[in-house]
């Protein structure tokens, strides 16, 4: 596959790993990172990084930052929603987008991790 496209579904499977549990939450029920549960975005987000380690077949940086995008993304496009409507929420959207940053890296590290394991495995066999 190549590489833009490759990317592009790496930022897009972060995205929806962080996005499809935060955005039906209403946001004073938001209460990052308790809700959602980080168990989730961790769960989600590794599989969006065994994902990403599978599409873009070689290094580590390239899919664990696309996915890490992702998750950044997501509360981006939830800030910039609700601060649409009511420019009084989200007045410490940049702390959300640091915690978010921080699950996207460490499930981005643990996905492609395991995938790049896997293969090693499978091709030493």
């Known amino acids: 596959m190549r590489m833009p496209i ?3 579904l790496t930022v897009l499977a972060g995205l929806l790993a ?3 549990p935060l955005w039906p939450i209403p946001y004073r029920e938001v209460s ?3 809700n959602p549960a980080p168990s989730t975005w961790l769960i ?3 599989l969006a990084g065994a994902l990403a380690g599978a599409l873009v077949r070689s290094g580590l940086k ?3 930052l696309g996915v890490t995008a992702g998750f950044v993304l997501a509360v981006l496009v939830r800030v910039a929603w609700e601060t649409a409507a009511d420019p009084t929420t989200h007045n410490l959207w940049p702390f959300e987008v640091v915690i978010a940053g921080f699950f996207g890296v460490l ?3 643990i996905g492609v991790v395991l995938t790049r394991v896997v293969q090693r495995v ?3 066999r």
């Open 32 to 34: 990052m990172p308790g």
């Open 44 to 46: 989600l987000g590794s």
């Open 107 to 109: 499930s981005g590290v």
């Open 122 to 124: 499978t091709v030493a």
């Open 18 to 20: 962080c996005g499809l």
């Open 6 to 8: 490759a990317l592009a």
């Open 62 to 64: 390239a899919p664990i």
